[in-house]
């Protein structure tokens, strides 16, 4: 059934609002990007031995590594619980310890006590996302140290002495938004991990909703939005279509689009651009993720 334009502005709002819970998580990122910029300084000052300047950066050190990892699980432990505080009833969980936590941060502690809100194990949620969180942070430390390691040969190449080196290193990190504060890569990173947790949460919190039809794909409808997502916006599936098994959002880094519930037994699923697809590594359902199902 098409999409009237007074509806097709409700279902817009409704994904702006969805996506700005996720800016409010995003905002929150500066301690993760403390850990990355720690996590490349340190290795960029211990990387040079009896004052000559070493050729490449040595690998990061993994329990530096290691506590970025925990902060993302964190933000995205916190992002699926928030999302699950808004739309999701409690159906008589079993209370369990917080446990396998470490080095807490301010959104360590807001998790933790949404998780005891809703009588949950933080552990069991952010071990549900370690795959996932892990693979980001590795990812992102590879492009920290190529973004280090060119700095470094086009210093040595100059004939550099250390101490500017490693000034130029640092300052290179600085150039591609790498900063002690929240920076553009980390927010990119945050918000789209954020989006990943968020997407499972809301899918799940439907689960039991027998009068739901489906899901319409909605994007937030300015001028930021990709040529690629625009093509889905207001395709309407039912709820068990395979389609939300590849294109649940987020379909791509930053990807901001959201799947709002279609409650009208008249609804009639819209066609698939045949030339659809999300960008590379955004092929599955988030949900999946807290179900186990990998």
Same mark, same amino acid.
């Given at each position: 059934m098409?999409?009237?334009k007074s509806s097709r502005r409700t279902t817009q709002a409704i994904a702006k609002l969805q996506a700005r819970d996720i800016d409010r998580v995003t905002k929150r990122s500066s301690v993760l990007s403390s850990r990355l910029w720690r996590?490349?300084?340190?290795?960029?000052?211990?990387?040079?031995?009896?004052?000559?300047?070493?050729?490449?950066?040595?690998?990061?050190?993994?329990?530096?590594?290691?506590?970025?990892?925990?902060?993302?699980l964190d933000l995205m432990a916190y992002t699926y619980l928030m999302r699950k505080r808004l739309g999701q009833k409690r159906r008589g969980m079993t209370k369990t310890a917080i446990t396998g936590l470490r080095l807490e941060s301010q959104v360590h502690t807001d998790a933790k006590r949404l998780a005891d809100k809703f009588e949950m194990n933080l552990g069991t949620i952010r071990k549900r996302f370690e795959k996932i969180g892990t693979k980001?942070?590795? $990812?992102?430390? /590879? #492009?920290?140290?190529?973004?280090?390691?060119?700095?470094?040969?086009k210093a040595t190449i100059g004939g550099r002495p250390t101490p500017d080196a490693t000034d130029d290193v640092i300052d290179a990190l600085r150039k591609n938004g790498i900063a002690p504060r929240t920076s553009r890569y980390v927010e990119t990173l945050v918000r789209t991990h954020s989006a990943v947790a968020y997407g499972a949460a809301h899918k799940l919190s439907f689960t039991d909703d027998v009068d739901l039809w489906g899901w319409e794909y909605v994007t937030v409808g300015?001028?930021?939005v990709r040529p690629e997502h625009e093509i889905l916006d207001g395709i309407m599936r $039912?709820?068990? /279509? #395979?389609?939300?098994?590849t294109f649940w959002p987020p379909n791509g880094w930053n990807c901001r689009c959201q799947a709002i519930a279609v409650y009208?037994?008249?609804a009639r699923q819209t066609p698939v651009p045949e030339d659809a697809e999300p960008d590379e590594g955004f092929d599955f359902d988030p949900a999946d993720l807290i179900l186990g199902e990998e």
């Open positions: 098409p999409t009237t996590m490349a300084v340190v290795a960029a000052r211990s990387n040079f031995v009896h004052g000559a300047t070493a050729v490449r950066v040595r690998e990061f050190d993994p329990e530096l590594k290691q506590v970025a990892v925990d902060e993302l980001a942070i590795d $990812k992102s430390a /590879d #492009d920290i140290r190529d973004i280090m390691n060119r700095a470094l040969e300015d001028n930021r $039912k709820k068990d /279509d #395979d389609f939300w098994t009208d037994e008249e």
